[in-house]
């Protein structure tokens, strides 16, 4: 929040909204083959699906501490980027579509430290693709 006094509103706000938007993007037997419009999307603006996984889990694995890796609309691009804490791409104007809680809470049951792991399975394993496809527009 730029206002300080206003910190505690917008980290509880920015962490509802982005646990909102995460359960919506996975799926018990996610992943796999995307519908054609987003998978469309993604290959002109990475050139590949493979090259947007490899860029969606390093934003992931680079996020410093606690945070957030990101699929997000920006001025009618899809762009990869990632926040720190209870931050979003709406705070830059962009439209984030998919996400994933990079939380230490999020992962650690399962994968320890091994937050890599964890993103590979979230966007080969659980990724529920026909929702990000729905938030295209």
């Not at 995307?34 to 990475?46: G, N, S, T, V, Y």
């Not at 691009?77 to 962009?94: C, E, F, I, Y």
């Not at 049951?109 to 693709?129: G, I």
């Amino acid at each position: 929040a730029k206002d300080a006094s206003k910190a505690a509103i917008f980290n509880n706000a920015g962490q509802h909204w982005n646990h909102i938007l995460f359960w919506n993007c996975m799926k018990p037997k996610g992943g796999g083959a995307m519908p054609a419009a987003l998978e469309k999307r993604i290959i002109a603006d990475f050139g590949s699906v493979e090259k947007f996984k490899e860029d969606f889990i390093q934003a992931g694995i680079t996020q410093f501490g606690s945070g957030w890796a990101w699929l997000a609309i920006q001025n009618g691009k899809l762009v990869v980027t990632k926040t720190a804490n209870a931050s979003n791409p709406l705070v830059d104007n962009m439209k984030p579509i998919f996400g994933c809680d990079v939380w230490e809470h999020a992962y650690y049951v399962d994968y320890k430290n091994r937050r890599p792991d964890y993103l590979k399975a979230f966007v080969n394993e659980l990724a529920n693709w026909e929702f990000v496809a729905s938030q295209l527009n």
